[in-house]
Nanobody
Framework: VQLVESGGGLVQPGGSLRLSCAASGFTFSNYRMSWYRQAPGKERELVATDSSVGGSTNYADSVKGRFTISRDNAKNTVSLQMNSLKPEDTAVYYC????????WGQGTQVTVSS
């Protein structure tokens, strides 16, 4: 099983980034997919979830209206489009697959700074 995140980097406040997570080794369409983040000195927090069924999505209040999660079951990928980024969005972002089991990626750093 592998979850590999990409797309992180340094961006100025107000900018955008698109994170991607490529999954392999399990039946992707059967799993909910989420993005989490962890800032230095803080606990890991749930950012967004895309259900495996029905296409429902949920977001943390802090990112509603700015971030969009989407999945492509044909390509076994989940993405996180992040717009209007703020310095407080700086964190390591992780994707997680959860269903019968839970799997985590290794994370990708997002830094929002001028």
């Amino acid at each position: 099983v592998q979850l590999v995140e990409s797309g992180g980097g340094l961006v100025q406040p107000g900018g955008s980034l698109r994170l991607s997570c490529a999954a392999s080794g399990f039946t992707f369409s059967n799993y909910r997919m989420s993005w989490y983040r962890q800032a230095p000195g803080k606990e890991r927090e749930l950012v967004a979830t895309d259900s495996s069924v029905g296409g429902s999505t949920n977001y943390a209040d802090s990112v509603k209206g700015r971030f969009t999660i989407s999945r492509d079951n044909a390509k076994n990928t989940v993405s996180l489009q992040m717009n209007s980024l703020k310095p407080e969005d700086t964190a390591v972002y992780y994707c997680k697959a959860w269903g019968r089991y839970a799997y985590w990626g290794q994370g990708t750093q997002v830094t929002v700074s001028s």
